[in-house]
């Protein structure tokens, strides 16, 4: 199975010409490459759902974003902005167990859903993995949702997934990741942080047909895959649908 591994290659049409969300080549892949470790919690007799480890896995890229560690002058901000001057790299690997309990001795952030555990790391060398993490599994993250997800709240961020794309649950955790990143770089400083003091609240949610092609044209954020790993390069997945961004 191919590994859950992105690289974000698509940009509203304005974006700059070196945006690493643009699918042609640009200088950021000359750049030394990063990437950003995600590891999602599924033991053999509880795994979570679906869409729960989705929605946590984008808050994670969002805690990861805002952290003071990540800004300024914090033990984070050298190896994040070598991360953001390169591809937007997202790898999502599974734990249990003694696994998981190694990899939260790890430098990083947990994050919690419903049931939902995803641990972020600070980004690493593309070849340069600690061994904690090197060696976990990136195949086996297929989750299901036991019943529909509920319809979502439009009054906070809405992840909108393709329906046209099929992904492994890992997969579509990191460009879940990628659609929230995606939104939180166009806000402003006060949105920034009035999302961040409520708690990242949002929801990933898979938009019907119709639907998706009225939001792809809409003039909010649009994720195109790199094309790495299991779909097609260009392929739109996710639309970021922040209430301030939209129109």
């Known amino acids: 199975m191919a590994s859950p591994s992105d690289g974000l290659s698509g ?6 010409s070196d945006s690493p969300f643009r699918h042609e080549n640009t200088a950021r892949d000359e750049a ?17 759902a679906r869409t729960d480890a989705l929605e946590t896995a984008a808050r994670a890229v969002l805690e990861i974003l805002g952290d003071e560690r990540s800004l300024a002058e914090g033990e984070w901000s050298q190896a994040m902005r070598d991360w953001q001057d390169a591809r937007i790299r997202k790898v999502v690997r599974r734990a249990r167990g003694a696994e998981w309990r190694k990899a939260s001795a790890l430098e ?12 972020v790391f600070p980004p690493v060398p593309l070849d340069g993995w600690p061994k904690e993490l090197a060696k976990l599994q990136v195949s086996g993250t297929d989750l299901d949702d036991p019943e529909p997800p509920a319809a979502p709240d439009l009054a906070w961020p809405v992840l909108w997934l393709s329906p046209d794309v099929d992904m492994s649950a890992g997969k579509a955790m990191a460009q879940a990741g990628h659609g929230a990143q995606l939104a939180w770089w166009e806000l402003s400083e006060a949105d920034r942080k009035a999302w961040r003091e409520a708690g990242f609240p949002l929801s990933v ?3 019907e047909p119709a639907q998706w092609q009225k ?3 809409s003039g909010l954020p649009v994720v195109r895959d790199a094309g790495f790993t299991e779909i097609a390069p260009g392929s739109c997945t996710v639309v970021a649908d922040h209430p301030s961004l939209r129109g």
């Open 32 to 48: 030394p490459q990063f990437v950003l470790p995600l590891v999602v919690r599924i033991e053999k007799a509880e795994p979570p």
């Open 11 to 16: 940009s509203p049409a304005d974006g700059p």
């Open 215 to 217: 939001l792809t044209v």
């Open 108 to 119: 990083g952030i947990t994050v919690t859903g419903q049931a939902a555990e995803v641990r």
């Open 205 to 207: 949610r898979t938009a």
